[in-house]
């Protein structure tokens, strides 16, 4: 009789539990997405170029197709005025446009109102085709570009047709020199030393009105930089930063060092020795297919929070 009379409890618990999330869930989801009306960073992708699966690949990793496994990126979002930008035009530019629409609460659907590139490796900048006439056959979408990374696309097909025909145009950004692009955002590039064969490497500090953010997904190493990644990360709430190979001996096919980056073993000893409070700023995104702490049942996965830092993930929202 006890047993039942507790059973009956539990089950008048449950159904209470169950209709205060159903009543309330709405509410919380709401204030997650909305961020208040603040600008806001939504990360659309957080692996290398190549993504998931990697062509080639025949190891666990790529035997199946995750939807949340994008290549990098970022979206910029202003509700107070309506605009939303791209960070990065990835192959993947079309979901990830689409997710962007999702989380933006934009009434201006398939509508950008500018792309930020960081340099011409295929992960980064060759979704610009896909606003081409073969596909969207967009209008006069600004993208902006370093120097030789606008050169690049105005010197070589199907880049330069794009701006032949006005799909794109191109805004020459500067090293260091920041640019507003509404009245709660402001953006600077930053060089980075990276493989640049056919243009410079930039990371960027996005500065909102409450918080800032800096992204640098593709760097070599930070000790060929000649600024100090610490002191920055001091200087702002989130840093978003390269951690494309766990470790040494992630790749059994290829040498290493022909694409060098900072390996995250390295990065977590070099800023081990931060306060907690800068340590829990860092999040790890660009991880290469290869990459263990993909999995978040990993010792690698498991070793990365343990320490104090972050992995990015697909759809995570980020208030400024």
């Not at 666990?60 to 290549?71: G, H, L, N, R, S």
């Not at 990276?194 to 990371?203: I, L, M, N, P, Q």
């Amino acid at each position: 009789m006890i047993n039942r009379y507790k059973k009956e409890i539990n089950y008048k618990f449950a159904w209470i539990i169950l209709f205060t999330q159903v009543l309330y869930f709405p509410l919380f989801s709401q204030e997650l997405n909305s961020t208040n009306n603040n600008p806001f960073i939504v990360i659309l992708g957080t692996l290398q170029d190549g993504g998931s699966p990697h062509i080639g690949c025949q190891k666990d990793c790529c035997k199946y197709q995750d939807p949340t496994k994008k290549i990098v990126s970022l979206g910029l979002v202003d509700p107070s005025e309506n605009k939303k930008f791209l960070i990065e035009a990835t192959p993947e530019i079309n979901n990830q446009l689409k997710k962007l629409d999702s989380v933006s609460g934009s009434k201006l659907t398939n509508s950008i109102d500018g792309i930020f590139l960081t340099h011409a490796h295929i992960g980064h900048y060759s979704g610009l085709m896909y606003l081409g006439k073969e596909a969207w056959n967009s209008n006069s979408i600004p993208v902006y570009a370093m120097p030789k990374m606008k050169l690049f696309l105005e010197n070589n097909g199907p880049w330069s047709q794009l701006i032949k025909i006005n799909n794109i145009v191109l805004n020459e950004i500067e090293d260091k020199k920041s640019t507003k692009i509404s009245d709660n955002l402001i953006i600077t590039p930053y060089t980075v030393p990276h493989r640049d064969e056919f243009s410079e490497t930039v990371g960027y500090k996005i500065i909102g009105p409450n918080k800032s953010a800096l992204f640098i997904p593709d760097i070599d190493k930070w000790s060929k930089w000649d600024m100090n990644i610490t002191e920055i990360i001091k200087e702002v709430d989130y840093a978003l930063i390269d951690g494309t190979f766990y470790g040494i001996g992630e790749l059994n096919n290829r040498n290493m060092a022909e694409v060098p980056h900072p390996l995250i073993t390295e990065s977590m000893e070099l800023f081990g020795a931060m306060s907690e409070k800068d340590r829990n700023k860092i999040w790890f995104i660009h991880l290469n297919h290869s990459n263990p702490a993909l999995n978040k049942n990993s010792a690698e996965y498991k070793r990365i929070i343990d320490k104090g830092f972050h992995l990015a993930s697909y759809g995570q929202l980020i208030s400024l």
